[in-house]
């Protein structure tokens, strides 16, 4: 089956600080990878995606590397902010499943000013 | 113009009760989807309606009905509520099945507590 597996939070950083969130799938085909933000009280919004293997997505200073041969998806960013906040989730979906998400267990981050 | 909406935000209610949530989206999308979001974060998907035809099933209770009167709204019905079932229950939508991979644009969450 397909399945997610996420870096347990939570994780708290000082702003201007390095963030990764590590993130690894298993999946049966060939997936599409995503992280999601969800902030304080609201629902989830897409942050970036990649389609295939080596793609980058990226999105408001958020990089993310699709790497097939590690099977990882991490999310990075050089310098976070207290704005970032937030519950970050990796998920993916694989053609022919409906298009349902599998969802990682998610990451807490809180940064502090 | 919300994208995705739900309706109620929160909801309070006893065990025993019935209650339906609802959803409607106005994207003009032909997938929408419930999701349920456990006290620690974790989200599993529950149903998928694809033009108003039931497409994922999750293994969930028969307590739980989801309803398609048409593509823009997919409401969720649960009967003789239970207190596991305390918990915030998003619905998405996308675009379709066919072709690359899709966004799901999520609604705002309805919180569910049964006391």
């Known amino acids: 089956g397909n399945s997610v597996t996420q870096m347990e939070g939570p994780v708290t950083l000082s702003e201007e600080a390095f963030l990764t969130i590590n993130c690894t799938y298993t999946?049966?085909?060939?997936?599409?990878l995503f992280w999601y933000v969800q902030y304080p009280g609201e629902g989830l919004q897409l942050l970036l995606k990649?389609?295939?293997?080596?793609d980058k997505g990226s999105n408001k200073g958020f990089e993310a590397t699709y790497r097939k041969e590690t099977t990882s998806f991490h999310l990075e960013k050089g310098s976070v902010q207290v704005s970032d906040s937030a519950v970050y989730f990796c998920?993916?979906?694989?053609?022919?499943?409906?298009?349902?998400?599998?969802f990682g267990s998610g990451t807490q981050l809180t940064v502090l000013p | 113009d919300t994208a995705v909406s739900q309706t109620p935000k929160y909801l309070v209610t006893q065990m025993g009760n019935d209650k339906s949530i609802k959803c409607e989206q106005n994207?003009?999308?032909?997938?929408m989807y419930w999701y349920k979001q456990d006290s620690k974060k974790f989200l599993k998907i529950m149903f998928s309606?694809?033009?108003?035809?039931?497409?994922i099933n999750e293994t969930v209770p028969n307590r739980f009905s989801p309803k398609s009167p048409d593509k823009a709204h997919l409401n969720l019905h649960i009967n003789s509520l239970e207190l596991g079932d305390s918990a915030v229950y998003f619905c998405?939508?996308?675009?379709?099945?066919?072709?690359?991979?899709?966004?799901?644009?999520f609604g705002p969450g309805t919180r569910l507590l049964v006391l």
């Open positions: 998920a993916l979906s694989v053609r022919g499943s409906a298009r349902q998400l599998t």
């Open positions: 994207l003009g999308h032909d997938t």
């Open positions: 309606y694809n033009n108003k035809e039931l497409i």
């Open positions: 990649a389609t295939k293997a080596d």
């Open positions: 998405a939508s996308s675009q379709g099945l066919a072709g690359g991979p899709e966004t799901q644009y």
């Open positions: 999946a049966t085909g060939y997936p599409s």
